[in-house]
């Protein structure tokens, strides 16, 4: 079975910062790009980042430089480390895996149920 599943979400004052965890299935972990987004109510779910295969890190515009995603592969964990943490992070943030990488949601199988992130000023 297929499966994802995060955690580390929190509410946090601004400037903080969070580290994020995705449990995947080893399968996933070595054959699948993955990917964090975050979604906030009435919004679409925006792309955060990517880890892709040989360990290669791509990020979206809006959380650039404040976003690091890491790899624990003993464990089959995903990281997202986000520091400055703003009122505007507040989302849903989620993990997702697919055959390919990009901004598009429907180019990833598997998703995550999220972890909450609430950021106050």
């Known amino acids: 079975q297929v499966q994802l599943r995060e955690s580390g979400g929190a509410s946090v004052q601004s400037g903080g910062s969070l580290r994020l965890s995705c449990v995947a299935s080893?399968?996933?972990?070595?054959?699948?790009?993955l990917a964090w987004f975050r979604q906030t109510p009435g919004h679409e779910r925006e792309w955060v980042g990517s880890?892709?295969?040989?360990?290669?890190?791509t990020y979206g515009d809006s959380m650039k430089g404040r976003v690091t995603i890491s790899k624990d592969s003993a464990n089959s964990i995903l990281y997202l480390q986000i520091i400055v943490l703003k009122p505007e992070d507040t989302a849903m943030y989620y993990c997702a895996a697919g055959k390919d990488w990009g901004l598009d949601t429907r180019i990833y199988d598997y998703w995550g149920q999220g972890t909450q992130v609430t950021v106050s000023s």
């Open positions: 880890s892709l295969l040989f360990d290669v890190t």
């Open positions: 080893r399968f996933m972990f070595r054959s699948y790009c």
